[in-house]
């Protein structure tokens, strides 16, 4: 278990390329993954973790989620088991921006500045394993526009499915594989000055 010994915790930075990819290409993945499964059976949608496996990359890394943002401050408390030897990429705040969505988003530049403006915004994110307090980092899509393919009944209540052109930003923790045992990961995270918030609280067993 971590505990408070920070020495087992070891953490990707910004400027790494973690299994071949630079980080903000893991980003891309995480978002692409978020945006293509059905609101029913979403991580993102889940309070208990039952659904924390749905799609998940092959191998290399696991992707965790908070909820997808709002005014509310009740975070989901899941319960997983993970298999060793991955690494785990937690989106403390994150922000994505396309055209479906957002019409009046024309160009790439506009896509690019929503996020960027949005990210601006940060005023908490907080990370512990363990009770150990982590610094997350600020990670842009790489690249910075990329295709998504949103589905049509996604968690993010987007109106407008289908594939399109994408950018995102945010703050995120990319844990290099932990030893085997029980940890507390929280994290939570709030844009806007403080009127959207996201986050959750695992209990995970690495087995």
């Known amino acids: 278990m971590i505990g408070t010994n920070t020495e087992q915790i070891q953490l990707f930075m910004e400027t ?43 191998s290399d890394v696991w992707f965790l989620v908070g909820i997808v943002g709002g005014t509310r401050n009740a975070f989901p408390h899941r319960n997983i088991k993970l298999e060793f030897g991955r690494s785990l990429l937690i989106p ?5 921006a396309n055209p479906l969505e957002y019409p009046d988003l024309k160009t790439d530049e506009d896509l690019v500045r929503h996020v960027v403006d949005d990210v601006n915004t940060v005023v908490k994110k907080d990370v512990f394993i363990n009770g150990t307090r982590l610094s997350p980092v600020r990670v842009p899509s790489d690249p910075r526009i990329f295709k998504v393919a949103i589905n049509e009944d996604n968690a993010f209540r987007i109106m407008n499915p289908g594939s ?44």
């Open 164 to 207: 399109t052109d994408a950018a995102a930003d945010g703050y995120w923790i990319f844990l290099k594989p932990l030893p085997r045992g029980s940890y507390t990961i929280q994290f939570e995270g709030s844009c806007e000055f403080g009127r959207l918030n996201a986050g959750a609280f695992y209990e995970i067993i690495i087995i």
């Open 16 to 58: 790494d390329k973690p299994y071949g990819i630079t980080f903000g290409a893991w980003t891309v993945k995480w978002w692409q993954w978020a945006l293509s499964i059905p609101k029913d059976i979403s991580p993102l949608s889940d309070q208990s973790g039952h659904n924390w496996n749905i799609d998940q990359p092959s």
């Open 92 to 96: 403390v705040l994150n922000c994505e």
